[in-house]
Each structure stands twice: as C-alpha cells, then as structure tokens.
C-alpha cells in the first residue's frame, strides 16, 4: 500500500494543523500514513536557518496565520506554555510505539496537550499521563526513551529524514513505487491532494533546467 510519510515536530504548529488532516487525506485516496518523529532544530542547522519563533516579526505573523487556519478547519488552537521548547522526550516516546493506532492516539493525545489548550509536553509526568491514557505503559516508554536505543532512534530518524531531503516540518512524503516526492508545510496540501489523485502539474523533467542555473549574486551572511 502506498504510503505517506509524515515527518512531524510538536514544535511547530503548522505541523500540528497538518496532523489534523493528513489522515482523512491518506484514506481518500488510499495511502496509509506513516508518523516519523523528526527533530526540528538539525532540520534548521543543516540548512543555516533560524526557526520561525526566533524571528520576531515572523512569530507574530505565524501565530495569526495558524490561528485564522485553524479556526477556518474548525481546529482547537491554544499555545503552549512557552515556545519554543523542548520537545525531546515527546518525538523519543512517540517514535518508540511500533503499534500504528497507538501511536496515533498518543500523538493525537500530546499534541492536544501541546496545541490545544493543555499544560505542554516537557515534563515526563505529563507525557507518562498521556501515555497512559492513550493505553500505553507510560513509564515503561520513559524509561526506554531515556536509554541509548530510544535517544538513536529518534536521531536516526531525524539523519535519514535530512538524507531525504527533508528540511522543515511538516514534511508529507509520498512514496508510492515509482518517485519519493516531497511536500512541504500544511500550505502545500493542495499540491498534495492533486499529486495524490494523479494530476501533479510538476513533472521530473521541469526540474531539470531549474537545477543547473547558476548564480549571478550571492548575499553576503
């Protein structure tokens, strides 16, 4: 079954949006989704960036944009406690439930906590609790996520998202057989849906003039 792999930060609440939506997508046009915890801030190092929170006049400009989305989708939309913030132990439990409903209801569960009105994920009880809750062994996940194994599994996830190409979140890749294509942010669900129903207005061959343009001007740093 062809696959959408969605690689995600509680950090960042267009990915939050998109979480909301991606599944109805996937099962319209029958692609299974697949929850890739990805750490955001390597995503920005490795491309030289700073996150949109660190940039004050895009701060403010991305919460009225995400909080006009989401009451357009009809999508609770609160901000946490504080932001940015560790997300560490929330995407190390999250990538560490093999079970596909499982795991969803636990993201479900710590992105309400982070987005929708709730106390924030970086205390280890509140991500126990909401372990729990989603019917999980809480404190048997922290424990796992605090040894070697569970800390790689996250880095290792986050260093083949970057091999991917992958350099924000969300990140919707679709792979179906043929190509590995890639579309960023919840913006690009559009681009997505038509992608997915089999009318991409990209094609591989229009990338190729695109790529070997060269510079004229370079900005300083």
């Known amino acids: 079954m062809p696959v959408i792999r969605f690689h995600f930060d509680y950090l960042s609440p267009y990915a939050y949006l998109a979480w ?12 299974t989704v697949e929850a890739v915890p990805t750490l955001l801030a390597p995503l920005l190092n490795a491309g030289g960036q700073k996150g949109p929170a660190e940039i004050p ?4 400009w991305v919460w009225k944009d995400t909080l006009r989305t989401a009451r357009r989708l009809g999508v609770p939309l609160s901000p ?8 560490l132990l929330a995407l190390r439990v999250s990538g560490l439930v093999d079970d596909h409903d499982q795991q969803r209801r636990l993201i479900d569960a710590l992105y309400r906590e ?3 009105g709730g106390g924030g994920v970086e205390s280890p009880a509140t991500v126990a609790r909401l372990a729990d ?13 605090a040894e ?11 260093d083949e998202a970057l091999a991917a190409g992958v350099f924000g979140v969300p990140t919707m890749r679709v792979l179906d057989g043929q190509r590995d294509e890639l579309f960023w942010g919840f913006d690009a669900f559009g681009h997505l849906e038509t992608h997915l129903r089999g009318e991409d207005l990209f ?9 070997h343009i060269s510079p004229s001007a370079v900005r300083k740093p």
Request: proline share 10%; net charge positive; charged share 20%.
């Open 133 to 145: 809750e989603a019917g999980l062994d809480g404190q048997a996940l922290l424990t796992r996520a």
């Open 57 to 60: 006049a895009k701060r403010v």
């Open 148 to 158: 070697p194994a569970g800390k790689d599994r996250l880095r290792l996830a986050t």
């Open 20 to 31: 909301t939506q991606i599944h109805a997508l996937g099962a319209k046009y029958g692609h």
């Open 114 to 116: 982070t987005w929708g």
């Open 80 to 87: 946490p406690p504080n932001h940015p913030f560790n997300p």
């Open 203 to 211: 094609a591989p061959e229009d990338l190729a003039r695109w790529q």
